[in-house]
C-alpha cells in the first residue's frame, strides 16, 4: 500500500496549474485536491497518477460568496467550511447540516467541495446538493472555460463530464425562492458513505408546496431528482400521508445500485425511508 | 492495612503512548524491504512465477531446506497438515504468499511485486464448511481423506434417558461469521543480521517472543544462541507467521537488515481470521425450565492451514468442551469438527471460540423463556451453576464463584421492570426497543495440565519470573510473558509492590526480549496477571523473606516486628528505620524467581444489552450497555475496566459490524477498512461496570483472568436484544454480524 512514483508539482496560480495539466495529461498527470479519496487510491495502487498537481495552494480557488443569487463556491473549499455557515440564511444552514454528514472531522478539514464532485461518487453528499438544486460547474482547461449543469456533469459510477486535461475551478449554487428544506441519510456507521439519502427544498404557499425539489444520492449510479415524487408532492399540504405517497412513488421508480450488503429491495426500502424521513425533517430540524 | 494492589493507579505504559512517543517495529530503519508476492486466487497450481531481471526474488525452491509450518496434536483424530513458509507448487487460499521480492525500500518493494508474473492454473474451490464437506468435494490436502481435520464426539451415559424426560425441547442453529481481529498495528517485523556475531536480532510484533524463537531456528537450523527474538506486541499475533520465517531467512542469507510492514490490505487478507463457526443446540428442559440435556453440533470452518502452535484444532475442540458455560446442563451430547476450506487460517482471536458459543446457550435459553412463557433472567436462574466447585461434562472444574448474584446484579442496574414499560410504549410508537443478556463463564490462567489434556505437542502453561532488588532500591522482574497493551507493566509492579515493599515506580518489569527475559508462553487466554502474576508473588516474597531477615538484623529487632513498605523497614510502634536501599546495599542486592503453573481458574459475568432497532432501514443502535462481573480480586480496577470497555466494543462490533467476506470464488471482498467495518466511538455507548469480588483460592494472587470476558459476553447479550425487540414482529435473527442485510432479510422474509 505505498503508491507507485509520482512527480509532484505545486503550482500558486490557476494558469500555471491549466498548463501543467494540459502538459502532463496526455500521460496520466491528475489533480490533487483534498486528497482524501486520490491518496487512498494512490496507497491501494488503483490510481496509479504519472504527475500531481496539487491546487492546494492556489489562493483563488478557495472560499465561497454570493453572485446573483446564486453561491460561487471555490473547488478547494473545505467539507469544513460548510460547518457553522458558509452563507446566511436558509442555504447556509442547509449546506452545514449536509456537510456533517461527509466522513469525520479530519478527513472534512482536507477534503473539498470540487474534489468531491470531480470525484463522482454515487454517494456524495455534494453530488446529490448539486442535482438537486440544479447547480453547474466551471471547467477549466488551458485554452478556455465551460458550464455545465450538474445533471449533465454526473455520467456514472466515479465518471464525469470532465476531460482529463480539464480542472473543475467552480460550483456555482443557485437558491431559489424557497427556503423549506430537510435532509435524511442512511449509512452503517456515523461518517460512512450513504446506502441511500434524500433531499428535498421547496417552499410553502399558503400552506401548499412549491417549487419542490427533490433529489436521491448513494442508490444510484448518479444523484437524481425524482420528477414522480415532486409531482405528487406539488400543490399539497405537507402532511404525513403526502410524505408516504411520495416516498412510495421514489422507490418505486428506482433503479438500485446492488451490493453484497444491499439487494435491490432493501435498496428500494431505504430510499423509501430516506424521503419520508427527509420531509418530516423539513417540517422540524431539530 | 491497605496497599498497592486494588488502586486503580494509572498505567506506567500510557505516558510514552499519549505522547505519540511509542516505539514501533514499522519505526526501524532497514537497508532492505521485503514485500511477499500473493495468490490472487483461492486454489491452483503454480505454473511459474518469474521476476524481470535484476529483481531479487525468493520462491520455495530457495526455501527447499525449510521445513514447512505444521504444529500437531495427538488426539481427536487431529490430520497434521503441513504449511510452506512459501507455497509449494499448489496455493489453498487467496492471499497465500508465494514469493518475496526484495527492494530498497517499501516502495521500491512493492513495484517489484507488481512486475512479477505469477502464472497459476485455478482448481476447484471448496470456501464453506459445507462445500469443503459435500460428498465429491476436492481434497485440499494431499494425504487426507477429506477436509475434515480434527473431530471428536461425546455422548454422557444418561444423555438418552434424561433427554427422553423432556417436557419442553428447543433447537436452534446460530452462525457466527468469519471476523479478522484487526489489530492498529498489523504484523511487522525486522531481521538484522550483525557480522561480528553472526547473530540475527528479529524484532517482531508476537505475543510468543521465546516460542517464535524456538520454532523459527528449528526451522532453519540455528543454534539458538543465533537468534535473539524482540517482540513487545499488542494483538492478532500469537500464531507463527510464515513471513517471519522468510525474513529470518533472508537477513542470514543476505547479512544484513530487512524488514517487512503488512499492509491493511494484506493484514485483512491474510494475516489471521477467526470464529467462522455454525453451531446448532438443542436443549432438553423439565416443566420448570431446568436443563435436563444439551446437544450441540458445531462445525468451524477453520481455513486452509493450522498456525503454530495452536493447530487447527482449537476452535473447535473449545466449542466443544466449554459449550455448557456457566450452566448446569445435566447431560451432555456434543460432536464437532473443524473442516479445511480454501481460505485464510483461522487462529486464537480474543475470545476464540466462546463468542460463538455463547451465543448458541444464550439464543438457545432466551427461546426456552419465551417457549416456557418466562422471563429471560428466570430461566437462567434456574439453570446456572450455584454450588462449586462444578465438575462439567466435559471434565472442566470451575471453582468458587457467583455466577446468579452476578447476574443479579446486572439485572438490578438495568432496572429490567422500567425498561419494559418503556419498550411497551416505545412499541406503540413504532419504536422497536429491546434488551438482551447474556451470562458466560470463561476459562482463563490455565497452565500446563490443561494443554496436555488436548494432546498438543506444545504445551504452554507455567510463567517464569526472575527478580532481582538492586542497591537503588528498584526491584526488576524478568518476565517470560509477554505485555500486549494490557497493562501488566502496571499491574505486576503493583502485586510486586505489596510484597516487598517498594513503591510500583520503582519496580521495573523486563519483557518481550529472549536476551533478557526467562523463557516463557507468552500473552494468551487470560492468563498473564494470573500466571506471570502468580509468579512474580513467588519471587518477590522470597525477596521479602530475606529483606526482613536483613532488616531485622541492620534495625536489631525481631522480624516479626519488622513493617516493609514504600521502600523502607521500619519497627513497628517505633521511629526506626532504614531505606530498602540501603538493605540491598549491605546485603549486595537480592535475586531469586519464582515459577508458576496453576490449573485454572474460572471467571464469569452478565451483560446486558439495550438497543433500538429501526425496522425500516434495519439500524441497530445499543443505547445502554452493562456488564456485571466477577474476575476474582481486581489487582487495578481501571485497567480492569479498560480491558471490558475493549472487550465489549470489539464485541459489539462482532454483532453488528466487523465480517469477513469472500465470494463464491474464494476472492476475499472486505481488504480495506471501507468494507470490514470496525466500530467508531459512535457506534459504541457508554458501559455501565460492576465488580463482584469473589476471591479466587485457585490462584496466587486471588484474581482471575478477564481478558476477553468483555468480547466473549457482549455479541450474545446485542443478539438477544435485537431478538426481543423484534419479537412482536416474530422475526428472529441467529446470525451474527446482524448486518442490516440479515435483518431486513429477516424482516421481509426474504432469506
Ligand atoms: C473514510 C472516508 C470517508 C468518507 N466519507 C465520505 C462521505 O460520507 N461523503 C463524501 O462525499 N465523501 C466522503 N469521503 C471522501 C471525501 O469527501 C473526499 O474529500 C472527496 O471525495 C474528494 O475530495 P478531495 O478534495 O479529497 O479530492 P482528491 O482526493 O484530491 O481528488 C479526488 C479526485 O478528483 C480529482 N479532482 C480533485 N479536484 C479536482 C478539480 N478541481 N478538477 C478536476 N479534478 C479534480 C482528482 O484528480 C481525483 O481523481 C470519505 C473519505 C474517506 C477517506
Redesign the interface.
Known amino acids: ?5 509520482f512527480i509532484y508539482h505545486r503550482p500558486s496560480g490557476l494558469p500555471e496549474a491549466l498548463a501543467l495539466l494540459a502538459a502532463h495529461a496526455p500521460t496520466g498527470g491528475r489533480v490533487l485536491a483534498g486528497g482524501q479519496s486520490l491518496v487512498p487510491m494512490m496507497a ?2 488503483m490510481a496509479q497518477p504519472s504527475h500531481l498537481i496539487d491546487i492546494n495552494h492556489i489562493a483563488t480557488l478557495q472560499g465561497a460568496a454570493m453572485q446573483n443569487g446564486a453561491l460561487v463556491i471555490g473547488t478547494t473549499t473545505r467539507h469544513a467550511a460548510f460547518k457553522t455557515g458558509i452563507c446566511p440564511g436558509p442555504l447556509g444552514a442547509m449546506l452545514g447540516f449536509v456537510s456533517s454528514h461527509i466522513a ?1 472531522g479530519p478527513i472534512r478539514n482536507r477534503g473539498t467541495f470540487g474534489g468531491s464532485l470531480a470525484n463522482a461518487d454515487p454517494a456524495s453528499e455534494w453530488c446529490l446538493v448539486m442535482v438537486t438544486l440544479g447547480g453547474r460547474v466551471m471547467l477549466q482547461h488551458a485554452s478556455g472555460t465551460r458550464m455545465v449543469a450538474a445533471g449533465d456533469f454526473f455520467t456514472g459510477v466515479m465518471a464525469t463530464a470532465l476531460a482529463d486535461d480539464e480542472m473543475l475551478t467552480e460550483a456555482h449554487l443557485p437558491w431559489g425562492q424557497g427556503d423549506q428544506w430537510g435532509f435524511y441519510e ?1 449509512s ?5 458513505y450513504a ?1 441511500a439519502m434524500c433531499l428535498v427544498v421547496y417552499r410553502l404557499d399558503n400552506g401548499l408546496m412549491r417549487d419542490v425539489r427533490l433529489g436521491i444520492g448513494g442508490a444510484e449510479a448518479t444523484p437524481r431528482r425524482l420528477a414522480a415524487a415532486e409531482a405528487i408532492l406539488a400543490g399539497q399540504a405537507p402532511t404525513g400521508p403526502n410524505f408516504i405517497q411520495a416516498a412510495d412513488a421514489a422507490a418505486a421508480m428506482l433503479k438500485p445500485m446492488t451490493d ?4 435491490a ?2 435498496r428500494r ?2 430510499v ?2 430516506a424521503v419520508r424521513r427527509a420531509l418530516h425533517h423539513s417540517l422540524n430540524h431539530e | 492495612m491497605t496497599g498497592w494492589v486494588g488502586r486503580p493507579i494509572t498505567r506506567f505504559e500510557d505516558d510514552a503512548l499519549l505522547r505519540g512517543a511509542g516505539h514501533f517495529t514499522a519505526d526501524l530503519p532497514a537497508e532492505a524491504y521485503l514485500r511477499f508476492v500473493r495468490s490472487p486466487v483461492a486454489a491452483g497450481i503454480i505454473d511459474g512465477c518469474i521476476a524481470p531481471d535484476g529483481v531479487m526474488m525468493i520462491t520455495d525452491t530457495d526455501l527447499a531446506s525449510v521445513p514447512p509450518i505444521k504444529p500437531i496434536i495427538r488426539k481427536f483424530g487431529y490430520v497434521p497438515i503441513a504449511q510452506p513458509v512459501l507455497a509449494r507448487g499448489v496455493v489453498r487460499y487467496t492471499g497465500e504468499p508465494v514469493a518475496a521480492v526484495i527492494g530498497q525500500t ?2 521500491q518493494a ?2 517489484f511485486a ?1 512486475l512479477v508474473s505469477l502464472n497459476i492454473t485455478p482448481a476447484p474451490v471448496c470456501v464453506t464448511a459445507e462445500a469443503a464437506m459435500a460428498p465429491g468435494a476436492p481434497v485440499i490436502h494431499p494425504g487426507m481423506a477429506d477436509n475434515i481435520v480434527v473431530q471428536t464426539a461425546l455422548t454422557t451415559p444418561g444423555y438418552e434417558s434424561a433427554n427422553a424426560k423432556a417436557a419442553h425441547r428447543v433447537v436452534t442453529k446460530i452462525r457466527s461469521h468469519r471476523q479478522a481481529a484487526l489489530p492498529m498495528e498489523t504484523r511487522a517485523a525486522h531481521a538484522a543480521f550483525d557480522a561480528a556475531t553472526g547473530r540475527v536480532t528479529l524484532t517482531c510484533t508476537a505475543q510468543m517472543p521465546h516460542l517464535m524463537h524456538r520454532a523459527i531456528t528449528a526451522m532453519l537450523g540455528m543454534a539458538a544462541d543465533e537468534l535473539r527474538v524482540i517482540a513487545p506486541d499488542f494483538g492478532q499475533k500469537m500464531s507463527l507467521a510464515a513471513e517471519y520465517v522468510v525474513l529470518v531467512w533472508a537477513a542470514l542469507r543476505l547479512r544484513t537488515s530487512i524488514a517487512w510492514v503488512e ?3 494484506d493484514n485483512l487478507m491474510a494475516s489471521f481470521h477467526a470464529r467462522d463457526i455454525a453451531i446448532e443446540v438443542e436443549g432438553a428442559f423439565d416443566n420448570e425450565g431446568r436443563f435436563l440435556a444439551l446437544r450441540g453440533d458445531i462445525t468451524a470452518n477453520v481455513g486452509a492451514y493450522a498456525p503454530y502452535p495452536n493447530t487447527a484444532a482449537v476452535e473447535p475442540l473449545m466449542s466443544f468442551t466449554e459449550l455448557p458455560g456457566p450452566y448446569d446442563i445435566g447431560e451432555y451430547s456434543c460432536a464437532a469438527r473443524g473442516v479445511i476450506t480454501n481460505t485464510c487460517c483461522s487462529a486464537p482471536y480474543r475470545g476464540v471460540a466462546r463468542p460463538a458459543i455463547t451465543l448458541a446457550m444464550e439464543r438457545l435459553l432466551d427461546m426456552a423463556a419465551m417457549q416456557l412463557g418466562m422471563e429471560p433472567a428466570e430461566i437462567r436462574r434456574r439453570n446456572l451453576i450455584r454450588i462449586f466447585p462444578h465438575t462439567t461434562p466435559t471434565g472442566l472444574v470451575y471453582d468458587n464463584a457467583a455466577y446468579v448474584e452476578t447476574m443479579e446484579m446486572a439485572l438490578l442496574a438495568a432496572d429490567v421492570p422500567g425498561f419494559r414499560a418503556r419498550q411497551h410504549a416505545a412499541r406503540a410508537r413504532g419504536v422497536y426497543l429491546g434488551l438482551g443478556m447474556s451470562s458466560f463463564c470463561e476459562r482463563t490462567g490455565y497452565g500446563s495440565a490443561a494443554f496436555a489434556a488436548r494432546g498438543m505437542d506444545i504445551q504452554p502453561g507455567w510463567e517464569h519470573v526472575d527478580m532481582t532488588l538492586d542497591g537503588d532500591g528498584v526491584v526488576t522482574a524478568r518476565i517470560g510473558a509477554s505485555p500486549h497493551g494490557q497493562g501488566l507493566r502496571t499491574t505486576l509492579a503493583q502485586i510486586i509492590a505489596d510484597a516487598v515493599g517498594v513503591v510500583p515506580a520503582n519496580v521495573r518489569v523486563v519483557h518481550g526480549d529472549t536476551d533478557h527475559t526467562p523463557f516463557g508462553w507468552g500473552t494468551f487466554a487470560s492468563r498473564s496477571l494470573v500466571i506471570s502474576g502468580g509468579a512474580s508473588l513467588i519471587a518477590a516474597r522470597k525477596i521479602r523473606e530475606r529483606l526482613l531477615q536483613q532488616a531485622a538484623s541492620y534495625l536489631e529487632a525481631a522480624d516479626a516486628d519488622i513493617d516493609l513498605r514504600d521502600g523502607y523497614a521500619s519497627v513497628t510502634g517505633t521511629d526506626r528505620r532504614v531505606s530498602i536501599a540501603v538493605l540491598a546495599q549491605v546485603h549486595g542486592g537480592f535475586a531469586d524467581d519464582g515459577f508458576y503453573d496453576p490449573l485454572g481458574t474460572f471467571s464469569n459475568a452478565t451483560h446486558i444489552a439495550m438497543v433500538a432497532v429501526d425496522i ?4 441497530v443502535r445499543v443505547e445502554r450497555f452493562i456488564v456485571a462481573e466477577d474476575a476474582g480480586r481486581l489487582i487495578n480496577p481501571m485497567i480492569v475496566d479498560g480491558q471490558i470497555h475493549g472487550g465489549v466494543a470489539q464485541g459489539i462490533a462482532n454483532a453488528l ?1 466487523e465480517e469477513v ?1 469472500y ?1 463464491e470464488t474464494g476472492n476475499i ?1 472486505t481488504i ?1 477498512l471501507a468494507d470490514f ?1 470496525a ?2 466511538a ?2 459504541i455507548p457508554a458501559m455501565t461496570i460492576l465488580h463482584r469480588e469473589t476471591i479466587a483460592d485457585a490462584t496466587m494472587t486471588g484474581a482471575k483472568g478477564l481478558g476477553e470476558g468483555g468480547t466473549i459476553g457482549a455479541p450474545a447479550a446485542v443478539l438477544n436484544a435485537i431478538n426481543d425487540a423484534l419479537a412482536p414482529l416474530k422475526v428472529t435473527i441467529n446470525e451474527m454480524p446482524a ?3 440479515r435483518l ?2 429477516a424482516l ?1 422474509g ?1 432469506k
Do not use: Q, W
Not at chain 2, 425500516?616 to 439500524?619: H, S, V
Open positions: 500500500m505505498k503508491p507507485c512514483a491501494y495502487r469525520h442512511i452503517r456507521r456515523a461518517g460512512d446506502l453484497h450488503n444491499v439487494t429491495l432493501f426500502d431505504l423509501r425511508a | 517499501e516502495e512493492e513495484d507488481d499492509d491493511r490490505r425500516e432501514t434495519c439500524m459490524l467476506i465470494d471482498l480495506s467495518l466500530p467508531t459512535h457506534e448486518t442490516p442485510a431486513h432479510a421481509r426474504t
